[in-house]
């Protein structure tokens, strides 16, 4: 069972590490609370997923323009400082969410707009929290925290829809936004707390736990280090691939945008439904990380989010054909058998996706040296936050052409052909070895 269950070694090794984890998972569960107040306001407001899909226009440029740039910022300055910075802005937008749903304004553009200062803001602050990471754990215990990371943040993505979408139904948006304005005071507590961490910095060395620290480079972020980043990264193939092959899973087969239409006209059973949805995804990847232990020794990183990728494609595949079973027909009552299938459907789509997660962040961590990690989180920012934003878009477009439940299926199969296109374009990512880790 030890080798079974998840390995918390970083927790005890780094007490920097152990209090971020913590204090990020408080906030993270307020974050879920917004997340599906904002698309169930929207949604309220115009009856559209295409409107609920603009919000990922709305948060994905913004989102690129911060994530690429504040990578350039995280290589030369205080990585401490930068995500203190961004996070208050974080604070600030969330607490004008509450404040605008308390107010009754009503207004689409108004929701637009909070959207996107807040990526905005997400896209400094993510990659920096992210970068801070190898310099609180020696690169042995990195697959075993990025583990907890994810194990964290799927525990919260499956308690805060429900209780999101349990808060707005019982009570109203303005509630579910002050609650994660009070919890995000963790995450600001946790960076607080960080001692002062300049590029190249290491709380634990790679020959031992002795701590090292180095000055930070001298020069400055701007487009030229962008551009230095994305020439590096052009000649890095498993790198890149991290990132292609995620972005074929979550700009082609994310679902989530359909979710709050499923609940009405699809399923039944309105905010309730579209909780356990987003809920579900969460608990396939609880799962696969509580039993994650015997996944910190693999040596097949590549190969191992290849399948994974596979299997998110046909789960999401499997998903829309329940919905095309299940007709849409606006139901009274919640249809259970089709429910049922639906949310383990899910499920196995979220353990494919942690196991996913684990391991191209392990391979952006280990193959790319520090004066490069902080760009390279950059664009790893963009394209887990940004392309599930595409995919919103696009899932959206194409619920609007021929219903969710063929929206659903068409990117699960699509994920998968463009998948395996691309590992048919760099055979060498199948046989990536974390021992003799190469970029």
């Known amino acids: 069972m030890p ?12 007490p920097d590490f152990r209090r971020l984890w913590a204090g990020l998972g408080l906030s993270s569960l307020g974050t879920q609370l917004t997340l599906v107040a904002v698309g169930l306001e929207v949604y309220a407001l115009t009856g559209s997923s295409f409107a609920v899909g603009g919000i990922g226009i709305a948060a994905l440029v913004p989102l690129v323009i911060t994530g690429l740039y504040g990578g350039a910022v995280l290589d030369v300055h205080d990585r401490r400082k930068v995500a203190l910075s961004s996070a208050i802005v974080l604070w600030v937008v969330t607490a004008l969410l509450a404040l605008q749903a308390w107010l009754d304004v009503d207004q689409l553009w108004v929701l637009y707009a909070l959207v996107a200062v807040q990526h905005g803001a997400y896209g400094i602050n993510s990659p920096a929290r992210t970068a801070i990471i190898p310099m609180l754990v020696p690169p042995r215990s990195l697959p075993a925290a990025n583990a907890l990371q994810t194990l964290v943040f799927n525990t919260t993505l499956m308690v805060g829809p429900v209780v999101g979408a349990m808060l707005v139904a019982h009570w109203d948006y303005e509630i579910a936004y002050t609650i994660d304005a009070v919890m995000f005071l963790a995450a600001l507590w946790a960076m607080l707390r960080l001692p002062a961490l300049p590029p190249g910095t290491v709380l634990y060395a790679h020959d031992g736990d002795a701590p090292v620290v180095s000055t930070a480079p001298t020069r400055r972020p701007g487009l030229g280090a962008v551009v230095e980043g994305l020439r590096y990264l052009s000649t890095q193939p498993n790198v890149r691939m991290t990132f292609l092959v995620d972005l074929a899973a979550m700009v082609l087969a994310m679902p989530r945008v359909l979710f709050p239409a499923i609940g009405v006209v699809v399923l039944g059973g309105g905010e309730s439904t579209t909780g356990l949805l987003t809920a579900a995804i969460a608990v396939g990847g609880v799962v696969a990380g509580l039993l994650s232990g015997g996944l910190t020794g693999i040596r097949r990183q590549g190969a191992m989010i290849v399948w994974s990728i596979t299997v998110w494609g046909l789960g999401v595949a499997a998903f829309g054909a329940v919905l095309i079973a299940a007709g849409r027909t606006t139901p009274s009552h ?28 392990s391979i952006l961590q280990t193959a790319a040296p520090d004066d490069m990690r902080g760009r390279l989180q950059g664009v790893f920012i963009v394209v887990v936050a940004g392309g599930p934003r595409a995919g919103d878009m696009w899932l959206g477009t194409q619920a609007h052409w021929w219903g969710e439940g063929m929206a659903a299926l068409v990117g699960g199969l699509s994920c998968i052909v463009v998948l395996w296109l691309l590992v048919r374009w760099q055979r060498g990512f199948l046989a990536y070895d974390a021992d003799h880790p190469t970029p």
């Open 334 to 361: 919640v249809l259970v058998p089709a429910l049922v299938v639906a949310l383990v459907a899910l499920a196995v789509c979220g353990a494919a996706d942690n196991v996913s997660a684990i391991f191209r962040q």
């Open 3 to 14: 080798r079974l269950l998840i390995d918390t070694t970083p927790l005890q090794e780094s």
